[in-house]
């Protein structure tokens, strides 16, 4: 019935697949799990024995597939009509995960569960930053995620029906950080296919350090450019990234040539309080735009 795909970079799953196996188990339901491992080493081989006598697939990448591949990878091995895709920086933080997706299961709804983070702010300076990005723009009830269904999609937790999968898949072109959600979404929207947004969360357990993720926001933004440059975008879809169209309304009142220049200053001064541990998300988004400003023609 389920098949859960976890595509894996370089994190310790051992609690996360564990919980897995226990609540699937108690489901009484035909499932599987599938790792889609693109780190350089593989898994400690004790420990793949001891999970595939629980429905463990593991596939280990002998080059990096990135993270759009990987999952579809996962999904070309998937025997079940459902599927349950979970990052691997994720925890189960409820015993009743999988009983959740269970009972809202149609075979042709897009289900998202949404994102958690732990209430207490991190003791380690350098993760303040995602923790507070976290909570303030990716905590969100299931009602107000539902308000605009598709601009709220998320690949961290979510449940497809696997034919529809067939039809969307991720794009592989996307390989790095960034925008493969947006653009997912967006091809749900396009398709007419109904997102339904439900209280299951997950704990996002992996906070990266300030440094990694001020750089994974800097490729995302490449990223985004680059799809921008395309010879074919689908119509709409640089309209569905908010940093986009600010970005674009900027340029038309000039004020994009004047965040490039200033752009080696900003930088500069908005880290430090960004690094700091009461970072501000407007000065976040003041230096994505900027840093979108300067990388542009």
Request: net charge neutral; glycine share 4%; aromatic share 12%.
């Amino acid at each position: 019935m389920i098949s859960v795909l976890i595509p894996l970079f370089q994190v310790n799953v051992h609690s996360l697949i564990n919980s897995l196996i226990e609540q699937l188990s108690t489901a009484s339901i035909s499932y599987e799990i599938l790792i889609g491992d693109d780190s350089p080493s593989p898994l400690n081989s004790s420990t793949l024995d001891e999970w595939r006598s629980c429905n463990l697939r593991y596939f280990h990448n002998s080059s990096s597939l990135g993270r759009s591949a990987n999952r579809n990878m996962l999904a070309d091995n998937a025997i079940y009509e459902n599927l349950i895709f979970i990052d691997c920086d994720a925890l189960l933080p409820n015993p009743d995960f999988i009983s959740k997706y269970i009972k809202e299961i149609d075979g042709k709804s897009v289900l998202c569960g949404g994102t958690n983070y732990q209430n207490t702010k991190p003791a380690q300076k350098e993760q303040v930053l995602r923790w507070t990005y976290g909570r303030k723009r990716e905590v969100s009830s299931a009602t107000n995620r539902n308000i605009n269904p598709y601009n709220s999609f998320s690949s961290f937790n979510f449940c497809i029906p696997t034919q529809v999968f067939k039809e969307v898949r991720f794009d592989e072109r996307i390989k790095d950080y960034g925008h493969e959600d947006t653009y997912f979404g967006f091809d749900l929207k396009e398709r007419g296919v109904l997102i339904k947004h439900i209280e299951n969360p997950l704990t996002h357990n992996g906070l990266e350090s300030s440094d990694v993720f001020l750089e994974k926001t800097k490729i995302g933004i490449e990223g985004l450019l680059s799809i921008s440059r395309r010879e074919t975008v689908p119509d709409g879809f640089l309209e569905h990234n908010t940093l986009w169209l600010v970005s674009e309304r900027m340029k038309k009142s000039g004020l994009s040539i004047i965040l490039k220049v200033l752009y080696p200053f900003l930088e500069r001064y908005i880290l430090v309080f960004l690094r700091s541990r009461n970072p501000s998300m407007f000065l976040f988004d003041l230096y994505k735009l900027a840093y979108l400003s300067r990388i542009q023609d």
